[in-house]
Nanobody, 115 residues
Framework: QVQLVESGGGLVQPGGSLRLSCAAS????????VGWHRQAPGKQRELVAI???????KYADSVKGRFTISRDNRKSTVYLQMNSLKPEDTAVYYC?????????WGQGTQVTVSS
C-alpha cells in the first residue's frame, strides 16, 4: 500500500504561482511513476503531468511551459510547480502513484485561480 498526501493548493490570482506537494509513504519502493491529475467541476479527470522512475517527464499540452513536475527522493515527495496560472486551471488536483501492484490516489487539493 502507498499513502499519498497532497498540499499546497489555494486561491491565487491569474498570472500567479503555486507549488503543490505530494508526500508518499508506505511501500514507496514499488512506485514506477507519479502523476498529477486534475478535475474541474462538470469535467472528467485529466492527466496534467507525470514523472517516471527514470526519470522522464510528460505534460499535457495545456500546461507545457507553465508547469514543472519534479521529485525529491530523500523526502519521498513529488512537486508540481505551477506558474502563469489561468482561470481554466481551477480544479481539484490529485496525485497518483503507479506501482507494480496497482495505483493509488491522494485526497486532492483545491486550486482556484480567480481575481
Amino acid at each position: 500500500q502507498v499513502q499519498l498526501v497532497e498540499s499546497g493548493g489555494g486561491l491565487v490570482q491569474p498570472g500567479g504561482s503555486l507549488r503543490l506537494s505530494c508526500a508518499a509513504s508506505g511501500s514507496i519502493l514499488g512506485i514506477t511513476a507519479v502523476g498529477w491529475h486534475r478535475q474541474a467541476p462538470g469535467k472528467q479527470r485529466e492527466l496534467v503531468a507525470i514523472i517516471t522512475s527514470d526519470p522522464r517527464t510528460k505534460y499535457a499540452d495545456s500546461v507545457k511551459g507553465r508547469f514543472t513536475i519534479s521529485r525529491d527522493n530523500r523526502k519521498s515527495t513529488v512537486y508540481l510547480q505551477m506558474n502563469s496560472l489561468k482561470p481554466e486551471d481551477t480544479a481539484v488536483y490529485y496525485c497518483n502513484a503507479a506501482t507494480t501492484y496497482g495505483g493509488f490516489w491522494g485526497q486532492g487539493t483545491q486550486v482556484t485561480v480567480s481575481s
